[in-house]
């Protein structure tokens, strides 16, 4: 079933909705003295040097206000994440029938946005019927059935890199991960649409795995956006 329907209802209460991402430009302005009087031509042979030391130093201060704010976003989201691994990964028990919780959990902590699910609902995200097996151990199963042959070869390397992942969760905001889960879920497509006999339990089982790679890879993909909506935010905020 498409993430759609399972949280149709959390995407219409989502607080990120009601946020005004059209920044006033004349706050944005103000903020940096541009449509203040210093900022007028007609004024400028009128601001001395201790002005000039003043806009400097006020600068150096919204800058230096600006950067903390990220980074402190920043640390924040990284205890998130943190915290959702010890509670999903520990031990590595996690199942495909924990999705819906997890995908829960990393947007009521802000680590996914709405825009963020709605187009993994578009890319056809699907969560496949619940089993109580761990991926984990799925994976390992699979992989001690592999020969040495080319094929089998690859697919070992896919499920080591898969098992890399979800033993990462805790820094799944680094790109190197983001990077190797949005790998594995393109592995994992072609594989479900090659020749491979697979019986319905081990697609299901894949398509669990390429799911939660995918939300792994948003994971990543979403601290560049978040450090800049937060600099807009802080922006806005002093007006």
């Known amino acids: 079933m ?45 601001v001395g040097s201790s002005g000039a030391k003043s806009a400097e130093s006020a600068a150096s201060e919204l800058t230096t206000k600006d950067n903390t704010l990220v980074l402190s976003s920043r640390a924040e989201r990284a205890q998130k994440i943190e915290a959702m691994a010890n509670d999903f990964f520990k031990g590595g028990n ?6 819906p919780s997890l995908i829960q959990r990393l947007y009521q902590d802000g680590i996914l946005s709405e825009g963020q699910l709605n187009r993994l609902s578009s890319s056809g995200f699907d969560i496949p019927p619940a089993d109580n097996q761990s991926l984990s151990d799925f994976i390992d199963e699979q992989r001690s059935a592999l020969t040495n042959n080319e094929e089998d070869k690859k697919l070992a390397e896919m ?17 190197l991960v983001a990077q190797k889960a949005n790998r594995v ?21 894949y398509q669990g795995i390429k799911s939660l790679m995918q939300l792994t890879s948003m994971t990543g993909d979403h601290q560049q956006d978040n450090g800049q909506l937060n600099s807009y935010l802080a922006l806005a905020s002093r007006h």
Do not use: C
Not at 94 to 99: I, P, R, W
Not at 185 to 205: K, Y
């Open 159 to 175: 499920l080591d890199d898969a098992k890399w992942v979800m033993g990462t969760m805790e820094i799944s905001q680094s790109p």
């Open 2 to 46: 498409a993430v759609s329907l399972y949280y149709a209802d959390i995407l219409t209460m989502n607080p990120l909705s009601s946020i005004n991402h059209a920044i006033n430009n004349n706050a944005v302005s103000d903020a940096y003295g541009v449509n203040s009087g210093q900022s007028n031509v007609g004024n400028t042979a009128r």
């Open 94 to 99: 996690f199942t495909s029938a924990q999705l």
């Open 185 to 205: 879920s393109s592995q994992i497509t072609e594989l479900l649409q090659s020749d491979r006999p697979l019986t319905d339990e081990q697609r299901n089982h």
